[in-house]
C-alpha cells in the first residue's frame, strides 16, 4: 500500500492562477480531508469527505474547493490564489469505524 | 464550533525526565482525542489516542488521561528521549471535523 499521496510536493504560484493539489488513497477509507498549516497555528481543516459524492466545509474553507467523485481522489482546488494561501497543505484519509487519520506527505505552496 | 486550546508553546527537558502537554477543548459533543508527533518537515503520525469513554490510556512511555468534565486532556511522556524531540498536536474529533491545538515544540536535551 501506498497509503496517502500527495501531488505536486512543491508549487510556485502568481496571485490570481488556478491549481489542483491531488490526493490518493489506496486503503478504501471513507474519510477524507484537507488541512493547511502555518506556522505556530497547527493544523486547519478545510473541507472533508465522509464518501464519494459528499463534501462539507472545515474551519478555513473560503477560497477552496474540492469533489469527491471516486472513493480514492479527493482533489483541492484553488481557482484564484492568493498570498494568504502560502501554506504546507497535508491530505489525510481514515476509516469511519476507526480514529487515525494517515496524513500525505504534504504540498508546499508559495503564491507570489 | 470547537475551540482545543494547548499549552506550552515550547517544552525543554532533560532526558530521562517526563513530559507534560496539555490541551482544553470547548465543545462537550467531542468524542475522540489524538496525539500526533510532527518531526521536521516530516507529516503527522498518530502517537496515542483517547475515546470519550475512556479515562487513561497507556502504551509504553506514553500516556494520555481525559477529564470529560472539565474538558481537558493530557499527553505524558515519561523517561524522554532525545528521539523524542519534535512538535506535538492535540486534536478533537467533532462531528468528523478534526480541531488541533496549536502544537507543543518538545526539546529533549542529552
Known amino acids: 500500500n501506498a497509503g496517502v499521496t500527495q501531488t505536486p510536493k512543491f508549487q510556485v504560484l502568481k496571485t490570481g492562477q488556478s491549481m489542483t493539489l491531488q490526493c490518493a488513497q489506496d486503503?478504501?477509507?471513507?474519510?477524507m480531508s484537507w488541512y493547511r498549516q502555518d506556522p505556530g497555528m497547527g493544523l486547519r481543516l478545510i473541507h472533508y469527505?465522509?464518501?464519494?459524492?459528499?463534501?462539507d466545509q472545515g474551519e478555513v474553507p473560503n477560497g477552496y474547493n474540492v469533489s469527491r467523485s471516486t472513493t480514492e481522489d479527493f482533489p483541492l482546488r484553488l481557482l484564484s490564489a492568493a498570498p494568504s494561501q502560502t501554506s504546507v497543505y497535508f491530505c489525510?484519509?481514515?476509516?469511519?469505524?476507526?480514529?487515525?487519520?494517515?496524513f500525505g506527505e504534504g504540498s508546499r505552496l508559495t503564491v507570489l | 464550533g470547537e475551540n482545543v486550546e494547548q499549552h506550552p508553546s515550547t517544552l525543554s527537558v532533560q532526558e530521562g525526565d517526563s513530559a507534560v502537554i496539555k490541551c482544553t477543548y470547548s465543545?462537550?459533543?467531542?468524542?475522540?482525542f489524538p496525539w500526533y508527533k510532527q518531526e521536521l518537515g516530516k507529516r503527522p503520525q498518530l502517537i496515542i489516542d483517547?475515546?470519550?469513554?475512556?479515562g487513561e490510556k497507556k502504551d509504553q512511555r506514553i500516556a494520555v488521561t481525559l477529564n470529560k468534565t472539565a474538558k481537558h486532556f493530557s499527553l505524558h511522556i515519561t523517561e524522554t528521549q532525545p528521539e523524542d524531540s519534535a512538535v506535538y498536536f492535540c486534536?478533537?474529533?467533532?462531528?468528523?471535523?478534526?480541531?488541533f491545538g496549536s502544537g507543543t515544540k518538545l526539546n529533549v536535551k542529552p
Open positions: 489525510a484519509s481514515r476509516l469511519q469505524s476507526t480514529g487515525e487519520l494517515f
Open positions: 486503503m478504501n477509507h471513507e474519510y
Open positions: 469527505s465522509v464518501g464519494a459524492g459528499i463534501t
Open positions: 465543545d462537550s459533543a467531542s468524542n475522540y
Open positions: 483517547i475515546r470519550s469513554n475512556v
Open positions: 486534536a478533537a474529533d467533532n462531528f468528523n471535523k478534526f480541531y
